[in-house]
């Protein structure tokens, strides 16, 4: 089945079993590997990507239903020498030990912040009609789909804070 996706800025056409999840042809027929299988239930959040902006677990979709999407991958949020503000706080925070969960939790901290900043509430945001403050309750709530086995928790809720400019 032909599926057109716009990967990381780049228009690409992949000629795929229907069947193929959204990390399969990611990993598999692309090449970008920063995205990781790791449960394959969508229960860990390693193959975390955005797709038009919003996060999802790339192992529980088809690519097919994706066609015409613009899909943004660890590849497409920085590279060394040109990391993005996130990255660089994941760096300074020591936010990751093994590495296996980051490109994910990366991902998923891009796209929380940005909801975030349109103002969408959490299950835990006490004011619904103000700012939210990025607490360490408000930042594990929002990030609660993403696992780190290593348990580098703190220091990822610490980035994400110094990412978004708050006093972590």
């Given at each position: ?6 990967i990381?800025?780049?228009?690409q056409r ?8 959204l ?13 990781k299988?790791?449960?394959d239930h ?8 955005m797709v038009n902006?919003?996060r999802?677990n790339a192992c529980?979709?088809?690519?097919c ?5 613009e899909?943004?991958t ?7 020498g ?10 300074s925070?020591d936010?990751?030990q ?9 991902c ?7 909801e975030v900043s349109?103002?969408?509430?959490s ?9 939210v403050?990025l ?5 594990s ?5 993403n ?8 220091n ?13």
């Amino acid at each position: 089945m032909e599926t057109n996706l716009t990967i990381n800025g780049t228009e690409q056409r992949l000629d795929l079993d229907p069947r193929t999840t959204l990390l399969d042809a990611l990993r598999h027929h692309l090449g970008l590997t920063g995205s990781k299988k790791g449960c394959d239930h969508g229960q860990c959040g390693a193959c975390t990507v955005m797709v038009n902006g919003r996060r999802i677990n790339a192992c529980l979709t088809l690519a097919c239903m994706h066609d015409g999407d613009e899909v943004t991958t660890i590849e497409g949020i920085g590279q060394p020498g040109n990391l993005s503000p996130l990255q660089e706080a994941f760096v300074s925070e020591d936010g990751f030990q093994c590495g296996y969960c980051t490109p994910g939790q990366i991902c998923s901290a891009t796209a929380m912040l940005e909801e975030v900043s349109n103002g969408w509430p959490s299950h835990v945001t006490d004011d619904l009609g103000g700012k939210v403050e990025l607490t360490s309750e408000e930042i594990s709530e929002r990030m609660s789909g993403n696992l780190c086995r290593c348990s580098a928790y703190p220091n990822i809720v610490e980035a994400i804070r110094k990412a978004a400019g708050e006093n972590a």
